[in-house]
């Protein structure tokens, strides 16, 4: 089986969302305020469709009940049955986004809710003002973390960053967390939609009230540990794969190519998707299946894949689990 698969995306109007989604994509929508596209969702309700070829119009979870393992692999079939494992955003923050934490999956499971979310975001062309917030910069307790909710001052106990293209972050269940305004960027995370808001700035929503907060969850959920840095370091290399995380939930590579290269997935036993986040090159399989890789596209690869070149000068992300 050889198809490389597209799905048509998800976009997310949202009280802080921005204008570069839709020509980033090349979309011919006039949608204003986009502030997520789901590029390939599992998510229940909100899956993502398959865009051309002999499975056109299937969900994601339809696809993967149809191939099953030649889809995902072996082992991560096993793992996950018929819902897809991983989603794929692109995000654009004209506005502050809440300050927020995502449990872990024992305490999802707490909660009535199948699984917690780990994920990454790797900065794209943002503006120069752009920063975000990631873990917590000084130590403090459940109770202490509630009476900086209640006064409006958890922002203080709060790592920010300034963030430019090619910044990346890790971001494991736990780790207190809110994109800022001027941010644009991709996010790799669990299948999952569980978000327990803790700080909102005061805003209302298109109806004028206050978005829900769930502060006791999100006391339950923290990762109160402090680390001296919460930025992911790594080589910043042409033409060969520069790793950028590696957890139980998703392996992620960034590639940055003037020059053809050639991928070798035919040991691997995972789906890969790969995220067009610069430039454009073509993909081509070793039984001659191609397609274009560009800035704002999304491709699947099934676990069946075996050597892939890509040729032209393209910079992409290259995700799968392992």
């Known amino acids: 089986m050889a198809n490389i698969f597209k799905f048509k995306p998800l976009l997310k109007q949202t009280i802080w969302g921005g204008e570069r989604i839709v020509p980033f994509k090349r979309l011919e929508c006039n949608m204003d305020q986009v502030g997520e596209s789901w590029e390939i969702s599992g998510v229940k309700g909100q899956e993502t469709v398959v865009d051309g070829g002999p499975y056109d119009g299937l969900t994601t979870n339809e696809l993967v009940a149809t191939l099953r393992d030649r889809l995902l692999g072996r082992d991560n079939y096993l793992r ?46 943002s503006e120069p003002s752009a920063t975000l917030m990631v873990g917590l910069k000084r130590s403090i307790t459940p109770d202490e973390y509630k009476a900086l909710v209640a006064n409006g001052t958890i922002c203080d106990a709060i790592s920010r960053y300034n963030v430019k293209e090619g910044d990346c972050f890790y971001i494991p269940s736990g780790r207190i967390h809110s994109i800022g305004a001027g941010c644009f960027l991709t996010e790799i995370q669990q299948t999952s939609d569980v978000t327990y808001r803790i700080y909102d700035f005061k805003r209302k929503d298109k109806d004028g009230n206050f978005r829900e907060l769930h502060t006791a969850e999100a006391a339950d959920a923290i990762d109160y540990q402090v680390q001296e840095s919460y ?47 610069c430039g454009e090159g073509t993909l081509t399989c070793d039984d001659g299946t191609s397609a274009t890789l560009s800035a704002g596209h999304t491709l699947l690869l099934p676990a069946t894949t075996g050597i892939v070149g890509v040729s032209g000068k393209v910079k992409f992300l290259e995700t799968y689990i392992a």
């Open 80 to 125: 996950y049955g018929d819902e897809f494992p991983l989603l794929i955003k692109f995000i654009d923050a004209a506005g502050d986004l809440s300050v927020q934490v995502h449990p872990d999956d024992a305490t999802a499971m707490r909660h009535g809710r199948k699984r917690g979310k780990t994920e990454m975001w790797y900065v794209m062309d």
């Open 231 to 277: 930025r992911t370091e790594y080589d910043r290399v042409k033409n060969e794969p520069a790793e950028l995380v590696d957890c139980p939930y998703f392996r992620t590579a960034l590639y940055d190519l003037d020059e053809p290269m050639t991928l070798d997935y035919s040991e691997l036993d995972s789906f890969v998707i790969l995220i067009g986040v």
